[in-house]
T-cell receptor, first 112, second 116 residues
């Protein structure tokens, strides 16, 4: 069974902390994505990666960075967490541009 | 620019009713792909269907059916004889062009509540 696994379901962090969200996929997919989900806004793309060490900004990259040192792992980094980054974060992977994406279970991050 | 609109924020039906979730998209690309995903309370998005821009055939899978109409830029999703287990948030999404990135643009989502 294909799998995208996010390291945490729930996280509570303090304002100003550096936060790492980890995502691992076991499908040997080239593409990996980080989305943010907020009520009424759907999912918005933060960053994506199409190969190891390759990354591109999505629609809302401000305040975030990413790392992809290995094909199976894609990390989202909040350099200095702020309360407006309280949200649900979803990681996804896909084989190619036209194929469906597989999603992790999400990480609900609260910044206090 | 690409855009996906799901105008229905919330829908509530009684079990066994049929329900249609609307999706309208915008893109200037002639090659594009449309998707529907289901997000149950557990949070993980589950893939339901993919349709490419060159295939306007409607699709039926059990109680689910999809109506793709390029003339109205719509890709609507119908659940026949709804069940309580269909309660979830449903997202319509779009990717476009021939590049290999697979970036998705999502609609705002429609929350479906099926009451017993």
């Amino acid at each position: 069974d294909v799998k995208v696994t996010q390291s945490s379901r729930y996280l509570v962090k303090r304002t100003g902390e550096k936060v790492f969200l980890e995502c691992v996929q076991d499908m040997d997919h080239e593409n990996m994505f980080w989305y943010r989900q907020d009520p009424g806004l759907g999912l918005r793309l933060i960053y994506f990666s199409y190969d190891v060490k390759m990354k591109e900004k999505g629609d809302i990259p401000e305040g975030y960075s990413v790392s992809r040192e290995k094909k199976e792992r894609f990390s989202l980094i909040l350099e200095s967490a702020s309360t407006n980054q309280t949200s649900m974060y979803l990681c996804a992977s896909s084989l190619g541009g036209q194929t469906e994406a597989f999603f992790g279970q999400g990480t609900r991050l609260t910044v206090v | 620019a690409q855009k996906v609109t799901q105008a229905q924020t919330e829908i509530s039906v009684v079990e066994k009713e049929d329900v249609t979730l609307d999706c309208v998209y915008e893109t200037r690309d002639t090659t594009y792909y449309l998707f529907w995903y289901k997000q149950p309370p557990s949070g993980e998005l589950v893939f339901l269907i993919r349709r490419n821009s060159f295939d306007e055939q409607n699709e039926i899978s059990g109680r689910y059916s999809w109506n793709f109409q390029k003339s109205t830029s719509s890709f609507n999703f119908t659940i026949t004889a709804s069940q309580v287990v269909d309660s979830a948030v449903y997202f319509c999404a779009l990717t476009w062009g021939s590049s290999n990135t697979g970036k998705l643009i999502f609609g705002q989502g429609t929350t479906l509540q099926v009451k017993p």
